[in-house]
């Protein structure tokens, strides 16, 4: 009985998602096109959405790792779907690079999804827009806004490790070269400041920001834009050495939760990631966005809903480039 009534709490947030996205934000005119697999695959997206439903109730984190997912597909080479190639033959992995290793998770998901829409219209429906279909319906599951995804990506033939490992912000990157990653991108201050808000949902390894509790910059003292006290509640299972892999919330107080938590979080010293802090301390017109979005959370999911838009548009495979992979991991036999 008990689990009847969570399965069918576990429905309603699906139910909400097939109608926002209906309803929510246009899509701007480009190469990719919301009506791609209308007549190709009518059931792509109700596929995609109830595999993301159904992995939502099984695992809360997992929106955040799919959202994160697609994030680091369009950063290198474009939203390609490049990061879901294992290594075989000439292709090194992405999966091995600096951002994603030990971290980077959710390709089984994404290979449970391309299997059923294998089955249910084969080589039609590209890994990238998967992809894409998948993080924004993590963001619905999880109480984000929802928006109309462009589509028509095709896949890549090829992954770079190395593009992986340049173009991807680290967290302790300086504000300005952060900035620049991102518009290399041809991703603005307000994208970036929106797309942050990304860390309203899932985890970081303690390996990511130790070195703000201990010696941020080579001085032997703590990160001075750190809140003392959420710093020494970091400590215990964030040593000075260990515990590299030890998990943390990125938002502690509402982590499961896509909302503007996020920051008001980073208002009171309290943003995890020192690639977080900096975006209220270190330039006003990025401290404005943040104030105006713990202030107003519409603005937030609107400019959000706009900057993933922007972002699934980076760069993609269309026409005759690139393949339909028929298994995500794996480019295409010729
Ligand atoms: C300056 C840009 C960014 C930096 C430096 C950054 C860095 C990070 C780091 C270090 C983690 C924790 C990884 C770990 O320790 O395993 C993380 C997690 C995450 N990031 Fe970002 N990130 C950035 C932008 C973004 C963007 C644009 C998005 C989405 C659009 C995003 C979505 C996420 C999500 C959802 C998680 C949690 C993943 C999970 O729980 O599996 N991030 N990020």
């Not at 292709?91 to 249910?120: C, H, M, Q, T, W």
């Not at 890994?127 to 993590?138: F, G, K, N, T």
């Not at 990304?198 to 003292?221: E, K, M, V």
Request: net charge neutral; charged share 20%.
């Amino acid at each position: 009985m008990k689990g009847a009534i969570m399965a069918a709490a576990a429905l309603i947030p699906m139910v909400a998602l097939l109608f926002s996205v209906s309803s929510a934000y246009p899509a701007p005119s480009g190469q990719l096109d919301p009506h791609f697999y209308d007549h190709s695959c009518p059931k792509a997206q109700q596929i995609v959405a109830s595999i993301v439903g159904k992995t939502h109730y099984q695992d809360p984190r997992m929106a955040a790792s799919l959202l994160r997912l697609h994030f680091h597909d369009c950063f290198v080479k474009g939203c390609d779907a490049s990061i879901l190639l294992d290594s075989s033959g000439s292709i090194v992995s992405e999966k091995r690079s600096n951002p994603n290793k030990d971290s980077a998770r959710g390709f089984e998901v994404v290979d449970e999804i391309k299997s059923a829409l294998e089955a249910a219209c084969p080589g039609t429906v590209s890994c990238a827009d998967i992809l894409a279909l998948v993080a924004r319906d993590s963001v619905v599951m999880t109480g984000g806004p929802g928006w109309i995804v462009p589509l028509g990506r095709r896949d890549s033939r090829g992954a770079s490790v190395q593009g992986s490992n340049n173009d991807i912000p680290a967290p302790n990157n300086t504000l300005p070269t952060i900035i620049t990653k991102f518009k290399l991108q041809g991703l603005d201050i307000v994208d970036l400041v929106a797309l942050l808000g990304s860390h309203t949902i899932g985890d970081s390894r303690c390996t990511s920001f130790r070195q703000r509790l201990y010696n941020q910059t080579g001085n032997g003292l703590p990160d001075n834009k750190l809140d003392v006290s959420y710093a020494a509640a970091l400590r215990p299972r964030c040593p000075r050495s260990g515990g590299d892999q030890n998990l943390f919330f990125l938002d502690p107080v509402t982590p499961f939760k896509f909302d503007n938590q996020y920051y008001k979080n980073l208002l009171a010293y309290r943003g995890l990631l020192a690639s977080d802090e900096v975006l209220f301390t270190d330039s006003p017109a990025t401290t404005e966005l943040v104030k105006l979005y713990a202030a107003n959370q519409d603005i937030f999911f609107q400019h959000f809903a706009q900057s993933m838009v922007k972002m699934g548009n980076i760069s993609p495979l269309t026409g005759a480039n690139g393949e339909i992979r028929k298994v995500c991991r794996r480019v295409n036999h010729n």
